[in-house]
C-alpha cells in the first residue's frame, strides 16, 4: 500500500501510517504511548492516551490517516524495525482494523 493516500481524505498531503509500537509513559503510569509509522518506516505519528483505569478497554486503530506536517523524522536506529512493522500490520490488517 502507498503512504499516500489522498482517495480516502482528497488531501495528497495525507499520509497512512501503522501502529508500530505501543508503550507505557515512564513518568505517567496512566498514559499509553502509540508510535505509528509509515510503510518506509522514515516518518512517524506519535499519540499519547490516557487510561482512565486499568480496566479500560478501548480499542487501538492498526492505522491512520494523518496530515504529512504532522509527522517526525524518526531516528535512524529505530528506521528498518518501524518499516518492517508497519509493513506485517499492513499485510495482515485491513486499515480500519482495530487491536
Given at each position: 500500500?502507498?503512504?499516500?493516500d489522498?482517495?480516502?481524505?482528497?488531501?495528497?498531503?495525507?499520509?497512512?501510517v501503522?501502529?508500530?509500537?505501543r508503550?507505557?509513559?515512564?513518568d505517567?503510569?496512566?498514559?499509553?504511548?502509540?508510535?505509528?509509522?509509515?510503510?518506509?518506516?522514515?516518518r512517524y505519528?506519535?499519540?499519547?492516551?490516557a487510561l482512565?483505569?486499568?480496566t479500560?478497554?478501548?480499542?487501538t486503530?492498526?492505522s491512520?490517516?494523518v496530515?504529512?506536517?504532522?509527522?517526525g523524522?524518526?531516528?535512524?536506529?529505530?528506521?528498518?524495525?518501524?518499516?518492517?512493522?508497519?509493513?506485517?500490520?499492513?499485510?495482515?490488517?485491513?486499515?480500519d482494523?482495530?487491536?
Amino acid at each position: 500500500m502507498s503512504t499516500v493516500d489522498s482517495s480516502e481524505t482528497g488531501d495528497s498531503d495525507s499520509v497512512r501510517v501503522w501502529l508500530v509500537e505501543r508503550t507505557y509513559g515512564d513518568d505517567e503510569l496512566n498514559i499509553v504511548i502509540l508510535v505509528y509509522a509509515d510503510e518506509t518506516g522514515e516518518r512517524y505519528f506519535r499519540k499519547e492516551r490516557a487510561l482512565t483505569s486499568f480496566t479500560d478497554e478501548r480499542e487501538t486503530p492498526v492505522s491512520q490517516t494523518v496530515s504529512a506536517d504532522d509527522l517526525g523524522r524518526t531516528d535512524e536506529a529505530d528506521r528498518e524495525r518501524y518499516a518492517a512493522e508497519a509493513d506485517r500490520m499492513a499485510d495482515t490488517h485491513d486499515p480500519d482494523d482495530t487491536v
